[in-house]
C-alpha cells in the first residue's frame, strides 16, 4: 500500500504534470509580488501623508506655542503692575486719600482694558467678585491654558508622526514579502533549465514553502488605513 502511494506520488510530478504546477505557481507568485509592491507603494503614500501633516502640525503647534508664551510673559507683567497698584491703592486707603485711591483705581482699569489678554481679565474679574487677591499665576490650570492649542496641536502631530512611522514599517514589511516572492519566482525559472528529476522536484517543494511562508507572513501585515479595493473602480 505504502508502495503504491510513492508510486503514484512519483508519478504525478513526472512528465509535463511538474511544468504544470511550475507555470500555476509562477503566475501565482508573479501576481503576489505585483500586489505587494501596490500595497507597499500604498503604506509608502500613507506614510508621506502622515509625515508632511505631522510636519506641518507642528509647524503650527510651535507657533502657537510661542504666540502663547508671548501672552502669557504679557499677562504676568501686567498682573504684577496691577498687584503694585493695588497695594498702593490699599496704602491710600489707609492715609484716607480718596483722591488717590481714585487716580490708582482708574490706571488698574486703563491697565486691564490696554493690556490684559480676554483669559486674564476673566481670571481677574473672578478673582474680584469673590474677593480674592491671589495671583493667577499661583494656579498651575489657569497657566497651562496659555498653551492647551499649542499642546493640543503638537499631540497631534506626535499622533501623526506615529502613524507614518507605522505606515513605513508595514511598507518595508510588504517589501520583505515582495523579496520572497521574487525568490520563489527565481528558484521556479530554475527548474525550467533543469533536468534531473529530483533535483526539479525538490526545488518545486522549496519554492512553495517559501510561497506558503511568505502569504502566511503577509496576511499578518495590516493594509494600509482606509484601504478599499472598490474605491479604485470609481473615478467620479
Not at 510513492?6 to 503576489?32: P, Q, R
Not at 482699569?109 to 478673582?127: D, F, G, T, Y
Not at 498653551?147 to 512611522?165: P, T
Request: proline share 2%; aromatic share 10%.
Amino acid at each position: 500500500m505504502i508502495k503504491e502511494k510513492v508510486d503514484a506520488f512519483k508519478k504525478y510530478f513526472k512528465g509535463k504534470k511538474i511544468e504544470v504546477l511550475v507555470a500555476i505557481f509562477l503566475g501565482i507568485a508573479t501576481l503576489l509580488v505585483a500586489w505587494t509592491g501596490w500595497i507597499g507603494a500604498l503604506h509608502g503614500g500613507n506614510q508621506a501623508t502622515n509625515y508632511t501633516k505631522s510636519n506641518n502640525l507642528a509647524a503650527e503647534g510651535n507657533a502657537a506655542y510661542n504666540v502663547a508664551a508671548q501672552v502669557y510673559i504679557s499677562d504676568l507683567f501686567t498682573w504684577n503692575t496691577i498687584a503694585n497698584l493695588k497695594l498702593d491703592m490699599e496704602a491710600a486707603k489707609e492715609r484716607g486719600d480718596s483722591a488717590e485711591v481714585k487716580v490708582v483705581k482708574a490706571k488698574i482699569e486703563k491697565i486691564k482694558q490696554n493690556n490684559c489678554s480676554p483669559k486674564l481679565l476673566e481670571a481677574m474679574n473672578k478673582a474680584d467678585s469673590q474677593g480674592g487677591s491671589a495671583s493667577p499665576f499661583d494656579n498651575e490650570e489657569f497657566t497651562n491654558s496659555y498653551f492647551e492649542e499649542a499642546k493640543k496641536l503638537l499631540d497631534e502631530s506626535q499622533e501623526l508622526l506615529k502613524e507614518g512611522e507605522t505606515d513605513n514599517k508595514r511598507g518595508d514589511s510588504y517589501q520583505l514579502a515582495s523579496v520572497l516572492y521574487s525568490l520563489v519566482l527565481f528558484l521556479l525559472g530554475i527548474i525550467g533549465v533543469l533536468r534531473d528529476y529530483q533535483t526539479r522536484k525538490m526545488l518545486l517543494i522549496y519554492s512553495v514553502c517559501i510561497l506558503i511562508i511568505a502569504i502566511i507572513y503577509m496576511v499578518t501585515i495590516p493594509m494600509p488605513t482606509g484601504f478599499d479595493l472598490s474605491s479604485f473602480f470609481n473615478n467620479k
